[in-house]
């Protein structure tokens, strides 16, 4: 089945600095990619949709300022979680959608703001 | 909106058939996905269902009932290893392929 890599699969920062996620679709070309944000014993909240070469589309309440996503490429989207805060600490999650309906996911990046 | 809903937790024994809900009020639907997530891992792709009806993939089965907003994932001869939650999403209509997930359901094995 296709592949999506996240790196770094963990991440821990100081309060007020930024941190940037990388997604990659290692073994097809991605013209979507999702950016999802996971808090502890929670599903998998939405937060933006990406295809490159656009601007991405933020779901409601998702601050776009904050939040930063960029894909360059069919391969790869990087989400930058600018002036990180404590509250910003959770499992963040990308996904990707080629031609079919199905969405490959990522392994995920634990960010935890110190 | 999107309301989509599972039950919590849910415990079955080793061996055994359990069945997990999911019932939605979702503004569009475009068809219905299943994904098992270990903890602290990313959601794996199960099923998907888009017209009525029971679509069966080896222990694994899902089911949809358009009309009812319903659907549920059939699990058979459980394993040890199928301790996980277990999401259901409903696509939305339109591009992009978007999808809005369940609140997920806890799964426990117990031997």
């Known amino acids: 089945g296709a592949v999506v890599s996240q790196h770094p699969s963990w991440v821990i920062c100081k309060s007020g600095t930024s941190v940037k996620i990388e997604c990659r679709s290692l073994?097809?070309?991605?013209?979507?990619m999702f950016w999802y944000r996971q808090f502890p014993k929670q599903s998998l909240m939405l937060m933006a949709t990406?295809?490159?070469?656009?601007?991405?589309?933020?779901e409601q309440g998702v601050e776009k300022d904050k939040f930063l996503i960029n894909h360059a490429s069919l391969t790869l989207s990087t989400l930058t979680v600018t002036s990180a805060h404590p509250e910003d600490s959770s499992f963040y999650i990308c996904?990707?959608?080629?031609?079919?309906?199905?969405?490959?996911f990522g392994p995920g990046t634990r960010l935890t703001v110190t | 909106g999107q309301n989509i809903d599972q039950p919590t937790e849910m415990t079955a024994t080793e061996g055994a058939i359990v069945q997990i809900n999911c019932t939605y009020q979702?503004?569009?639907?475009?068809?219905l996905f299943w994904y098992q997530q270990h903890a602290g891992e990313a959601p794996t792709f199960l099923s998907y269902?888009?017209?009525?009806g029971l679509e069966e993939k080896g222990r694994f089965s899902s089911f949809l009932s358009r009309s009812k907003g319903y659907s549920y994932l059939l699990l058979k001869e459980l394993q040890m290893k199928d301790s996980a939650s277990y999401l259901c999403?409903?696509?939305?209509?339109?591009?992009?392929?978007?999808?809005?997930f369940g609140t997920g359901t806890k799964l426990q094995v117990i031997p």
């Open positions: 999403a409903v696509k939305r209509p339109g591009g992009y392929q978007k999808v809005t």
């Open positions: 073994d097809f070309q991605a013209t979507t």
């Open positions: 269902n888009v017209l009525d």
């Open positions: 990406s295809n490159e070469g656009s601007k991405a589309t933020y």
């Open positions: 996904s990707a959608s080629g031609s079919s309906y199905e969405q490959y």
């Open positions: 979702t503004s569009g639907f475009n068809g």
